[in-house]
């Protein structure tokens, strides 16, 4: 399976795609520890969310 970016491009930068992983690795870590109930919602709903806005920043970003 081929990653492409939401603008169409046939190609991920290394960069892009380990923004991406983190971005992943952010909501998952966070949705999974939110359900989990370790710790506070106040600490895991934000980092989901930071998560999910680093997720379309990595789709959003112009490469020339």
């Known amino acids: 399976m081929k990653l492409t970016r939401a603008s169409g491009d ?4 290394p960069i892009d795609r ?7 690795l952010l909501m998952l870590g966070g949705a999974a520890l939110l359900v989990a109930s ?13 998560g999910i806005a680093l997720a379309v920043l990595v789709q959003r970003r112009r490469r020339p």
């Not at 046939?10 to 930068?13: D, F, P």
């Not at 370790?38 to 930071?50: C, E, H, K, L, N």
């Open 10 to 13: 046939s190609h991920i930068a």
């Open 18 to 24: 380990a923004l991406l992983t983190v971005a992943v």
């Open 38 to 50: 370790v710790g506070s919602a106040g600490i895991w709903i934000p980092v989901t969310a930071i």
